[in-house]
């Protein structure tokens, strides 16, 4: 079956407007038009259509949307699964959300206390809102939806014991790299050994597995990214490299 622009449009919700666009730009060309000029559409072009929706709604961008769908190598099929995962989180993501604001309302309106534990769940959405914000198209693109879908599942899985301990030990991390770098100690000397112990701990303590080359390029990207190096080095510069070094020394 084919479809006009203007059937397309009321078919997929999109303007006339963008479906020209996206033949302007080369994202989906019409398979011909017809004696009147019009473009037409054909299944193949409602599919990609369908596959540009779905990455739009993840967020992508129209000109990462086309490398994406112009690759020889793309799987519909794998990518279709891993858009399912991906809504199947941000539905759970969202559902949590709505269960949170209204177990919220219900002890404002009784002028109850909201337990630790509920109010634990709210900050666990909050924490991983946050890094998505800041940091999740950067690790979807790096490491795949699965894999962040999958890690954001873990934060929501930890206990309240284990987010302290979370929390002590970055603290311990960042004491210690102060102390290390102030007393002028060697990233390969017994400081630096201890320190790569307690990041490699920190970093699994959410349920993350442990791998060796990624424990080294997060390490890595400590002080090649700036947020993370000020974050590192916002009492006393030079702990980031220190972090990067001695990592990179103990984890050979």
């Known amino acids: 079956m084919e479809y006009t622009i203007q059937k397309l449009s009321r078919l997929s919700g999109m303007t006339t407007r963008a479906l020209r666009w996206y033949d302007k730009i080369g994202l989906l060309k019409p398979t011909g038009r017809t004696e009147g000029g019009y473009r037409l559409y054909g299944p193949a072009e409602v599919d990609r259509l369908q596959d540009i929706l779905y990455y739009r709604a993840l967020g992508v961008e129209l000109a990462r ?14 990518v279709l699964r891993s858009h399912l995962t991906a809504l199947e989180a941000e539905r759970d993501r969202v559902q949590g959300l709505i269960d949170s604001v209204r177990e919220t309302i219900r002890t404002q309106e009784r002028d109850e206390s909201m337990s630790d534990e509920k109010k634990f769940e709210a900050f666990k959405r909050q924490f991983v809102e946050e890094k998505e914000r800041q940091y999740g198209a950067e690790a979807r693109e790096k490491y795949g939806d699965a894999e962040v879908d999958a890690s954001n599942a873990r934060v929501m899985g930890v206990t309240l014991e284990q987010y302290q301990e979370y929390e002590r030990l970055g603290e311990e991390i960042l004491d210690k790299l102060s102390a290390a770098v102030a007393a002028g100690a060697d990233p390969a000397g017994e400081a630096g050994k201890e320190i790569t112990a307690l990041h490699r701990r920190w970093l699994t303590i959410m349920g993350d597995r442990y791998d060796v080359q990624r424990h080294r390029g997060i390490a890595e990207l400590y002080v090649q990214d700036e947020r993370f190096t000020a974050c590192y080095d916002r009492e006393r510069p030079g702990c980031a490299r220190f972090l990067r070094d001695a990592v990179t020394h103990w984890t050979k």
Request: charged residues 45%.
């Open 65 to 78: 949307v086309k490398e994406i769908l112009d690759d020889p190598s793309f799987d519909r099929l794998a």
